[in-house]
Antibody
Framework: QITLKESGPTLVKPTQTSTLTCTFS??????????VGWIRQAPGKALEWLSL???????RYSPSLKSRLTITKDTSKNQVVLTMTNMDPVDSATYYC????????????WGPGLLVTVSS | DLVMTQSPLSLPVTPGEPASISCRSS???????????LDWYLQKPGQSPQLLIY???KRASGVPDRFSGSGSGTDFTLKISSVEAEDVGVYYC?????????FGQGTKLEIK
């Protein structure tokens, strides 16, 4: 059974760096084709894809946020970490991590989400 | 820019009636392997999104057969043959041909 769960600070001050962790079980990020993605959703808004990391350390970023994002994995801990620098109130959103498998690319398992608020 | 346009944005439906949502991509989603990389998700109130349809027409595991997906290239449709109360929520299409993946604006289905 595949599960994912997001964790990290729920309140971040403007200009600070946010570090979110996705802890998962039921699969390994060292398995061929497996990936973990991050998607966010501002209150009342649509979903927005942010980043993706694959088993082979192939990294993908949203072009509009690429300069602020870093995604890494710790295979031994079954974790993926997303770092976002220079946080702004517009980054307030629920952040989801999700499982995917190449080459089909869909997200078949999602975490419950973590609401991050950026405010002084 | 890569844009996914859904319509309608709001969809009131009487239980038992069919429903249809359109999703249009600004670029083709047809890969040389013959697959269309278009997925559909449903986000029920207060929940995480759940996968309904992948590769345009393949139902995800556990998804009722009243849900079906069709289309190719740039135009896609999600159909519900007979809407049930549990189908309420926001439906999103997502382009997954290559990164950056892009979601549509969402279509809110409500029961009349």
């Amino acid at each position: 059974q595949i599960t994912l769960k997001e964790s990290g600070p729920t309140l971040v001050k403007p200009t600070q760096t946010s570090t979110l962790t996705c802890t998962f079980s039921g699969f390994s990020l060292s398995t061929y084709g497996v990936g973990v993605g991050w998607i966010r959703q501002a209150p009342g808004k649509a979903l927005e894809w942010l980043s993706l990391i694959y088993w082979d350390d192939d990294l993908r970023y949203s072009p509009s946020l690429k300069s602020r994002l870093t995604i890494t994995k710790d295979t031994s801990k079954n974790q993926v970490v997303l770092t976002m620098t220079n946080m702004d109130p517009v980054d307030s959103a629920t952040y989801y991590c999700a499982h995917t498998v190449s080459p089909d690319h869909f997200f078949d398992y999602w975490g419950p989400g973590l609401l991050v608020t950026v405010s002084s | 820019d890569l844009v996914m346009t859904q319509s309608p944005l709001s969809l009131p439906v009487t239980p038992g009636e069919p429903a249809s949502i359109s999703c249009r991509s600004s670029q083709t989603l047809l890969h040389s392997n013959g697959n269309n990389y278009l997925d559909w998700y449903l986000q029920k109130p207060g929940q995480s999104p759940q996968l309904l349809i992948y590769l345009a027409s393949k139902r995800a595991s556990g998804v009722p057969d009243r849900f079906s997906g069709s289309g190719s290239g740039t135009d896609f449709t999600l159909k519900i043959s007979s809407v049930e109360a549990e189908d309420v929520g926001v439906y999103y299409c997502m382009r997954s041909l290559q990164t950056p993946y892009t979601f549509g604006q969402g279509t809110k289905l409500e029961i009349k």
